[in-house]
Antibody
């Protein structure tokens, strides 16, 4: 059964860049039809879809984050990554990675999530 | 895109049924039959329990059911059990390859 695992620093300074990696347990990251997504849940607020990447490298981002977000993929390491620039306290959240199957509109499975706090 | 609206909390006794609402707009729930629901226990990954409004993935109990009317989707859990105590999140496709979530609902089993 596919598993995803997020990793990265738990503390980021304001105005710096947040960088996280999601490791995929099998080789399906190289399946061209699958999209690999990042989502987050700020404390006390709902989940927010952030963006996705395909094996081809094509990406699509939430318009609200478009100027600050970048998602990349390294199939040789079975990983995809998130970079979010110019972070503020509002970017404090639990960050999740998740898979989406082609022609569907749900996310499954998800990683366990990793808490990132933005603070000086 | 504004978030979907869910009640912050609901509660019920074991064996009872509860319903969690998820209200959107004509731009998301009202237009697309692509509502999904996720169950999340503390410290755990969200788990898909309903997709495409009313479909259950393999392995999900038939005590969970979904429906939609107009701009509002609903998740019903029948025969409540202690293990159903969790947070529940709704999600809708909004077009243009974007998705929006609700604020989440905490279910307490009394």
């Amino acid at each position: 059964q596919l598993q995803l695992q997020e990793s990265g620093p738990g503390l980021v300074r304001p105005s710096q860049t947040l960088s996280l990696t999601c490791t995929v347990s099998d080789g399906s990251i190289s399946n061209g039809g699958l999209s690999w997504n990042w989502l987050r849940k700020p404390p006390g607020r709902g989940l927010e879809w952030m963006g996705y990447i395909y094996y081809s490298g094509s990406t699509y981002y939430n318009p609200s984050l478009k100027s600050r977000i970048a998602i990349s993929l390294d199939a040789s390491k079975r990983q995809f990554s998130l970079q979010l620039t110019s972070v503020t306290a509002a970017d404090t959240a639990v960050y999740y990675c998740a898979r989406k199957i082609p022609a569907t509109n749900w996310f499954d499975p998800w990683g366990q999530g990793t808490l990132v706090t933005v603070s000086s | 895109q504004s978030a979907l609206t869910q009640p912050a909390s609901v509660s019920g006794s074991p064996g009872q049924s509860i319903t969690i609402s998820c209200t959107g707009t004509s731009s998301d729930i009202g237009t697309y039959n692509y509502v999904s629901w996720y169950q999340q226990h503390p410290g755990k990954a969200p788990r898909l329990i309903i997709y495409d409004v009313n479909k259950r993935p393999s392995g999900v109990s038939d005590r969970f059911s979904g429906s939609k009317s107009g701009n509002t989707a609903s998740l019903t859990i029948s025969g409540l059990r202690a293990e159903d105590e969790a947070d529940y999140h709704c999600c809708s496709f909004t077009g243009s390859s974007t998705w929006v979530f609700g604020g989440g609902t905490k279910l307490t089993v009394l």
